[in-house]
């Protein structure tokens, strides 16, 4: 079993739609990473999160610790928005585990 | 600001060869960087975290002899995949962070590498 379980796998929207992909880790954790990766592998940092919920632009991520699970939201999904989404975690003694990401596809 | 750059982005080499990619800040102080492997279709690996000045931790199951990583300074880290074979085919990532803990990464654009 994964330390890190993302859900949906695939996921393909309209333009225009609410996108919440979700995730769900099994360890402790110091921080939670949300990874967007371009489809030619570039990857930018989302998110980094310990708590709570953060906002940038159309995308919202929030975390519960007690449950162990966070869920990255996209607002007025654009076809730019598409890419895969990866949920990383830092564990207490600094490891770090990857969920094997949700590919998303926004069509126009 | 915070921009990786690796070079280079795309390497095809014969078996038995050596390959060094290099990983560069161009406008901060990394700390940390962290160099990750991808297979197609596939998540994020990651492989091993150096610190400037000192030598690379690496994951369990990643060959320290077989690949080798150096950060002798805080703009720069090489890694370098030593008699390359096809298996070791991959994308290569490096990451680097201004802190130690590596809280945020910034992440190079990749190495696509093909071993024939």
């Known amino acids: 079993k994964n330390e890190v379980e993302q859900s949906p796998q695939n996921l393909t929207a309209q333009e225009g739609e609410f996108i919440t992909i979700n995730c769900s880790y099994s360890?402790?954790?110091?921080?939670l990473h949300w990874l967007q990766q371009h489809p030619g592998g570039g990857i930018v940092s989302l998110f980094m999160?310990?708590?709570g919920k953060k906002k940038h632009g159309r995308l919202i991520a929030t975390i519960n610790i007690q449950e162990k699970h966070s869920s990255l939201h996209i607002t007025a999904s654009h076809p730019r928005d598409s890419a895969v989404y990866i949920c990383?975690?830092?564990?207490?003694?600094?490891?770090?585990?990857f969920g094997t990401g949700t590919s998303l596809t926004v069509i126009p | 600001g915070a921009v990786v750059s690796q070079h280079p982005s795309w390497v095809i080499c014969k078996s038995g060869t050596s390959v060094k990619i290099e990983c560069r800040s161009l406008?901060?102080?990394?700390?940390?960087m962290f160099w990750y492997r991808q297979f197609p279709k596939q998540s994020l690996m990651l492989m091993a975290t150096?610190?400037?000045?000192?030598?690379?931790?690496?994951e369990q199951g990643v060959e320290k002899d077989k690949f080798l990583i150096n950060h002798a300074s805080l703009t720069l880290s090489t890694l370098t995949v030593t008699s390359a074979h096809p298996e070791d085919s991959s994308f290569y990532i490096c990451?680097?962070?201004?802190?130690?803990?590596?809280?945020?990464?910034?992440f190079g654009p990749g190495t696509r590498l093909t071993v024939l």
């Open positions: 990451s680097a962070s201004r802190s130690y803990r590596g809280d945020t990464q910034y």
């Open positions: 360890v402790g954790i110091s921080a």
């Open positions: 999160l310990s708590s």
């Open positions: 990383a975690v830092r564990g207490t003694g600094n490891q770090f585990y």
């Open positions: 406008d901060f102080q990394a700390t940390t």
């Open positions: 150096s610190n400037e000045g000192s030598k690379a931790t690496y």
